[in-house]
Structure formats: C-alpha cells, structure tokens
C-alpha cells in the first residue's frame, strides 16, 4: 500500500482498513470514516480540502499519506451516451473502465488485471497474455474518476453510477484480495454505498476462489460460461480443463444459496458463430442448466482484428434466445454499446489506439452494425 514515496495510499483502503491506519498513527477510529467520505463521496485528493478536519492532523495526513488514483490518459464519450476511460496503473500498462447508461440504470464495468492470463478463444483481453493485478486502489480508482466526472454526487443522492460489473480486463477472482477490498468498498455507505445486488463479479469459473468468495463477500455473480459441453469448453475457456462443469456449477450454486436469498446465478454466454450457436448448443444447454436457478444473458461475439470468430445472424440468435426462454429461462442478449469508440465487451485492448486506427475500425464497426440491425436487444445488463 506504500510506494516510493513511503507514503500510504488511502484510496484504496476499507473502512476496517482506514480505521487501523488512523490507530496506527495516534487518532481516532472515526476520522475513517470522514476521510472516506472526502475521498468517494466528494472525490477529493487532496487533505487541505478536508474541512472538517483539524489543520495539524491534516498536515499529519500529508507527511505520511496521499490519495492516488490511476492516472486517466483518455476519456470518451460515444454517440449513445456510452464513456469509456483508459487509465494507467503502476505497472505500466493501460486498462479501460466503461460506463453504460440506460434508462435509471448506469452500469460501470470495471478492469481487475491488466491483461489476463487464461486466454479465452475469443477475447482480446486474454490474446494480450497477464501483465499485472491491479492493486484495491487502481480497482476502486476506476469507481472514483467515473463518479469524479459525473461532479461526485454523493451515495445518498440520485448517482450516475448505480450498478458495477467486474466484467473489465482481467479475470477477477485471480486478484482476488484487490477485487474484494475493492467491491467492499462499493458497496460502503462511506465508500459509494451501492446495493451488494448491484455489484457483479463475473468469472470465467476459478473454482477454488468461488468456494473463497463466499467467506468474504455477498456480491451478484455471473459465470461466463460460453459452452454447454467440456469438450466444447475446453477449447473455448482453457481454464475448463482444471475445473470442469459439473464442479463448476455445484461450486457456483453453492454461492448463490450461501447468499441465502432469492438471487439467482447470471449465465453470460458470448454467441460465436457455427461455435456454440446452433440448435443442439441450446438443447444441451437446457439440460446442463435444469438445476440451477439462473438468468442466461447472450452476448452476441464482438470482433476484433484476427479474433477468428464472427458474430452469429440476428436470426441465429433469436432463435438461440427462443429455444432457452420457451424452456422457461429468462434470457436476454446484451446490447452491444458504444461500438465507436471500442468500449464493447471483449473489445477492450488497453491500449490508446492512434486516431487512424480507431476511425477504421469506426468505419468497419458501423457496417457490421447496419447489417445486423433490427436485432432484438433487450436490455442486458445486470
Ligand atoms: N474474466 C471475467 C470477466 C471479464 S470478461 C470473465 O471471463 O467472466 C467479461 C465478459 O465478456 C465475459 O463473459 C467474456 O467471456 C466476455 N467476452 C470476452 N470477449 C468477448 C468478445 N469478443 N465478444 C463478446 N463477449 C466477450
Ligand atoms: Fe480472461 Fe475473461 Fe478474457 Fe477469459 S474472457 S481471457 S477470463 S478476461
């Protein structure tokens, strides 16, 4: 939590966490929980704007702390309202947080690692390979520039940000310290005081660490499952062949019923065409799925240069959709959003791309999404 500087980051501390530091350098618990505010709700970095604060512990706070966010290299603003931010971390490398209103909702999707070691077929993240975990502040520092550039409205009152996804660059529950500190956090009401319903880890399914999770935390939790079979998701999720299936889903139904409420697993399953896209994909699927209460989202492939893989017709996915909700599975497909400027799911690289670049892509994104218009996207989201 220290860096060069010797200094302690408090951006990224718990309320458990903050309230130690403060012990630890003669003060009291309480101060956590007003420098918390400070931080997420107002989204200060700075001790000198703590008016609540006494100026010798202010000056105390800024011999031995700081509070450091990720540095932004870029915000955009897509045509459909849409923000995607690259950000980056210490090591080095960029990640990329998006927002994505719609209607009251706003969901912020948020990064856990820069790259990711498990190199699933189809996603961009995971052909770039692990390049480093994000520390609980480069976590939550994604949280707080979003709500920074919404003017940082307080948790009590209405907020741009109302739902957060794990769903970002990297594979969460392999940073799993940062992750849950973070997710702590959110949901704080000294932090940004969001509904734990609300808060989403997505998995590509690290058995042992969902058995884990459960000890720490009571967020939603979607499993990118992507395949009804081993054989198929082997190829699809390497990761398959350590946890398969069977132990997938008792590890992840287990979860759900420790939560011990009415909440329901999220199956995300990316649609690849002739992959896993075709008739007896869904039949199988309904079968694997039969005991474990859930809600399927369909996330129709979003390319990217060399993936190998195309997105399936509208067709095909209705009639993927169909064949699961006459099953009596509540499905969605997941809308693709702010395609211009590369925020789409799997589309995140990390990267700055050069201007020439994106406007291709841009170009290239825009027809792809002439010829599949009219597709039903019901709002997809969680
Ligand atoms: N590592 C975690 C969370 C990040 S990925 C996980 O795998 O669940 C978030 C979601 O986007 C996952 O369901 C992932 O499979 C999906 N995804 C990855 N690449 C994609 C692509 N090119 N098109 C559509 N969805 C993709
Ligand atoms: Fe990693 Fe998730 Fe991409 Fe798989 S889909 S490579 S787990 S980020």
């Not at 709700?41 to 105390?60: I, P, S």
């Not at 031995?64 to 459909?80: H, L, Y």
């Not at 992750?179 to 880890?201: E, N, P, Q, W």
Request: hydrophobic share 40%.
């Amino acid at each position: 939590m220290t860096d060069t500087t010797g200094k302690i980051n408090l951006l990224g501390l718990t309320l458990q966490e903050m309230e130690k530091f403060f012990e630890s350098i003669g003060e009291k618990r309480f101060r956590a929980g007003q420098v918390m505010k400070w931080i997420h709700h107002y989204g200060v970095d700075n001790f000198e704007a703590m008016t609540n604060v006494g100026k010798a512990l202010r000056e105390k706070l800024e011999r031995r702390a700081e509070i450091r966010g990720p540095e932004v290299v870029s915000e955009d603003i897509s045509s459909d309202g849409t923000r995607k931010w690259v950000v980056r971390v210490a090591s080095g490398s960029c990640v990329e947080t998006v927002y994505i209103p719609q209607g009251k909702r706003g969901t912020l999707c948020v990064s856990s690692q820069a790259g990711c070691a498990l190199d699933c077929s189809f996603c961009s993240t995971g052909k770039q390979g692990f390049n480093s975990n994000l520390t609980a502040a480069e976590v939550i520092g994604q949280v707080w520039i979003a709500n920074k550039s919404f003017g940082s409205v307080p948790a009590t009152v209405d907020r741009a940000i109302t739902n957060v996804v794990m769903m970002g660059m990297g594979e969460p529950l392999l940073n799993f310290d940062n992750v849950i500190a973070a997710m702590h956090l959110m949901m704080d009401d000294f932090g940004y005081g969001i509904s734990k319903r609300r808060v989403t880890l997505s998995t590509s399914g690290v058995v042992p660490m969902i058995d884990e999770l459960a000890k720490h935390i009571d967020v939603s939790l979607a499993l990118s499952l992507h395949a009804p079979n081993d054989a198929l998701r082997n190829q699809l999720v390497p990761i398959n062949k350590k946890y398969p299936l069977k132990m997938l889903l008792e590890s992840c139904r287990n979860y759900m019923s420790a939560l011990g409420e009415k909440r329901v697993l999220t199956i995300e399953y990316t649609l690849l065409k002739d992959v896993n896209d075709k008739p007896e994909h869904a039949v199988e699927m309904i079968e694997l799925l039969k005991d474990t209460p859930c809600k399927i989202n369909l996330i129709p492939f979003n390319p990217f240069p060399h993936s190998g893989y195309e997105r399936p017709s509208n067709n095909a996915i209705r009639r993927f959709q169909d064949l699961l909700h006459h099953a009596g599975f509540n499905v969605t497909v997941r809308t693709t959003r702010g395609e211009d400027i590369d925020a789409a799911c799997g589309q995140l690289v990390g990267q700055v791309m050069d201007r020439t670049r994106r406007s291709e892509r841009y170009i290239a994104v825009r027809e792809l999404s002439a010829e599949t218009e009219g597709a039903q996207v019901a709002a997809a989201r969680t």
